[in-house]
């Protein structure tokens, strides 16, 4: 017989003239052109023959099809941190750093450390079992895990093995020195100029220094005296308490007074009967915590606090030390969030010296970033700002104030990485080319401003600056690729390829992913969009559509990287049939005070009105199902998702919201204030966005989720939301995660994610 189909277990099987062909190798054969079915005709004529067959074309497409179908598909378990085999679908990564203060580079592979020369050529520095050892003969506790130590210099690095700082001198493989804190320490923060250990501990704070007993500090109080932590809920770029001088002299640390702060009560449902554990919540509009700044003389063992002064009630931001070690620079920022005073403070006295410059904005002023001293110029600094409209880098001296502005354009500086060996040149992280998508690093030189773009290709560089500012580690990916690391010749441009990760998603069901760009619901300015389309796309079929939302500041979704930035959850709904479909509104970062402030004292408004942009983009398209539109997201995105579902009941049929807020009156000082002002100062917009007042324009089906004691958009929102649907006698869905915070994470996440999941499955 001259053409012969046959089903197995193991495949599809065709037998062409006595041999035997598996479904992959015809296909393969036949994409080839190298597939004769009578050696006497050309493949033309073989070609006619099998159009003239509708049995030989109906096998070959079945062939076709069934090697497609062959491709694996996602689960849960693999796209959802959390998920058994999340990790083996983010592309491998190399943990490769300069060593220490030099230019070459280190290989960290958790179990060894290396010496990189190349790509594929590497030298052994110390292992995890040499380290151990040297931690047993001490009678130190040993590490399961080199990942997270820190270089000092070229031979020596340090890390926490969970008692204390333990020092390793690699060019003798010895323990240079060891400072034991107590297990319950928290806060910890090591300086090796100052071989000195700042802790907290039973609400105190202590310094350890090397060969010495730990001494007290400051003392702090269970009913609110808190030091050493970060502060104002962690805005304002706000991330620690304890700041060390240049030289490891000295050392500042926050002290925060919460005792006239209103308790807010969580619950603990783990003890036989259940048990209230309080957090100090300041929320909008009400009494907020009281700070102040304190310094600690290593030498003399005494403290001065900073005379901020009154009012109390401010925010004291972004610390920095001038190069000597003698003042203090504090962005001081009203309550108000719209006057900020950068000020100078004597660091041994504690008496306000001056303010250097002040600035205003009629909707907020939000400094993250601490001033940045030139190394070689102890009085010059480099400080952002965002009052030109697009956050750019400015110059400034101690005593002769503003000097110059260094960078300007309509794009905006992401992230500062230091200067050259010279201090002629400062490098930074931008969108100047390529726009709000991209991410490149560049070099300013500080006398003429002329900006020199070091990274090459589209896409998204993370980089990391050598000391000596001469090489740089440049970890890129765009849409396409994964993720590449090479490291870059400053002066040369020239750069090595050190790893390319695979595609993990070979041999994988995976949807298309396009980028788009939309107009915004002003008609003036763009916005960035991406789509990611069932595998085996068929345009002449309908989808339904799962829009995944944010919206709100300091979150950008969409960015020219690997997948284009989307979560992996929306590869897999992809996969199940769906659209994933996600847009960056007006409000979102990176694009400028015009674009990010326009929310100023009515959130949900231009935020909902571009979504919508969104949804017109997509039922344009003949492939969605217009009928069938969903949207889900968490925190600020839980609020568009509920917002969305009441502004525009016909639009959503099913939706998600994850911890939302439902009233910003409910919401925290520091973040509600800046963006709406206080419910007394702003009635109307607090009034328009509050989602409790609008549940009886709700039509589609909604499934609200929220963990019992979220500390962040606590509990309350979406109770209220819920005793205001059952008011409006409107029914919706409710999840509550018990003993979970404001995000749902580890193994439970997976089980979040498959309630989400089946939720639009049932109901879209």
Not at 3 to 8: C, E
Not at 304 to 315: I, Q, S
Not at 347 to 376: C, H, M, Q, R, Y
Request: proline share 3%; charged share 25%; with cysteine.
């Amino acid at each position: 017989m001259w053409f012969i189909f046959q089903w197995s277990k193991v495949g599809i099987f065709i037998k062409i003239h006595h041999k035997i062909y598996r479904s992959e190798e015809l296909l393969f054969l036949f994409q080839k052109k190298s597939l004769i079915f009578n050696p006497k005709f050309s493949l033309h004529k073989n070609i006619i023959i099998m159009k003239k067959n509708c049995l030989l074309i109906a096998l070959l497409l079945l062939a076709i099809c069934t090697t497609a179908q062959e491709l694996k598909k996602l689960g849960l378990e693999d796209v959802i941190a959390g998920g058994k085999n999340y990790r083996n679908f983010i592309p491998e990564n190399k943990n490769i750093k300069f060593l220490g203060d030099a230019d070459a580079l280190v290989l960290n592979e958790s179990d060894s450390v290396f010496l990189m020369l190349d790509k594929n050529e590497k030298t052994l520095l110390f292992s995890l079992v040499e380290i151990n050892l040297l931690l047993k003969n001490k009678g130190l506790s040993e590490i399961k895990s080199l990942w997270s130590i820190e270089w000092i210099d070229n031979e020596l690095f340090w890390f926490n093995n969970e008692h204390g700082i333990v020092v390793i001198n690699t060019a003798h493989k010895s323990i240079e020195y060891h400072i034991d804190f107590p297990e319950e320490a928290r806060n910890i923060d090591f300086n090796h100029k100052a071989q000195s250990v700042v802790y907290t501990n039973n609400y105190n704070l202590y310094v350890a220094q090397r060969d010495m007993l730990p001494k007290l500090v400051a003392e702090g109080s269970e009913n609110g005296i808190v030091l050493g932590e970060s502060v104002h809920r962690s805005e304002f770029g706000i991330i620690k308490g304890i700041f060390w001088a240049p030289t490891g002299n000295l050392f500042a640390f926050y002290r925060m007074d919460e005792t006239m702060v209103t308790n807010y009560p969580l619950v603990n449902i783990n003890t036989r009967v259940a048990e209230v554990e309080n957090i100090k919540y300041p929320m909008a509009g009400m009494k907020s915590h009281e700070v102040t700044l304190g310094v600690y003389d290593m030498a003399t063992g005494t403290v001065v606090y900073m005379n901020t002064g009154e009012p109390k009630e401010k925010y004291l931001t972004n610390i920095s030390w001038s190069g000597d070690d003698k003042n203090i620079l504090i962005a001081e920022l009203n309550r108000g969030q719209d006057d900020m005073k950068l000020n100078i403070y004597n660091s041994k006295t504690g008496e306000w010296i001056k303010t250097l410059f002040e600035e205003k904005s009629d909707t907020w002023v939000e400094p993250e970033n601490p001033a940045l001293f030139i190394p070689s110029s102890p009085a010059r600094f480099i400080w952002q700002s965002e009052r030109d409209g697009f956050n750019h880098l400015y110059i400034y001296d101690l005593d002769k104030g503003f000097v110059k502005q260094l960078t300007k354009g309509n794009w905006v500086v992401t992230n500062v990485l230091g200067f050259d060996e010279k201090n002629k040149a400062v490098f930074f992280e931008g969108t100047k080319d390529g726009g709000v998508l991209t991410r490149n690093l560049y070099q300013v030189a500080l006398g003429n401003g002329k900006i020199t773009r070091i990274t090459n290709g589209e896409g998204t560089h993370n980089t990391t600056l050598s000391a000596s500012g001469s090489k740089a580690i440049d970890v890129f990916s765009n849409t396409d690729t994964p993720r590449e690391i090479k490291v870059i010749d400053i002066k040369s441009k020239s750069a090595k390829v050190l790893h390319q990760a695979k595609n993990p998603f070979e041999g994988y069901e995976k949807g298309k992913i396009v980028m788009d760009t939309l107009l915004s619901a002003d008609g003036k300015t763009d916005l960035y969009s991406r789509m990611i389309l069932p595998p085996n796309f068929d345009a002449a079929k309908k989808y339904p559509v799962v829009v995944y939302v944010y919206g709100g500041p300091h979150a950008q979704l969409v960015q020219n990287s690997w997948l284009g930035a989307a979560r992996l959850w929306q590869l897999y709904m992809a996969q199940q049939g769906y659209i994933a479909f996600t847009m960056d509104n007006r409000g979102t970062p990176y694009r400028g005070c015009d674009f990010e402030k326009v929310i100023h004292r009515q959130l949900g408004e231009a935020e909902a009105a571009d979504q919508m942009e969104g949804i017109k983009y997509l039922k344009a398209l003949p492939y969605v199902d217009v009928d069938r539109i969903g949207v889900h997201g968490w925190s600020y995105g839980g609020f568009m998702t509920i917002n969305l579902m009441e502004k525009y009941p016909d639009i959503f049929k099913v939706g998600v919201a994850g911890g939302p807020v439902t009233d910003w009156k409910y919401y925290e000082i520091m973040y509600g204030e800046r963006y709406m002002d206080t419910p007394d100062e702003n009635k109307q917009g607090y009034l328009n966005s509050n989602l409790n007042e609008r549940t009886k324009d709700i039509q589609g089906r909604l499934l609200v989720i929220h963990g019992a004691i979220d500390p962040t958009v606590v509990w309350q929102h979406s109770l209220d939301f819920l005793e205001h649907c059952i008011k409006s006698r409107k029914q919706v869905d409710y999840f509550v995660y018990p003993r979970h915070e404001h995000n749902v994470l580890g193994p439970d996440r997976v089980h979040l994610m498959e309630k989400v999941t089946n939720y639009f499955k049932d109901f879209l």
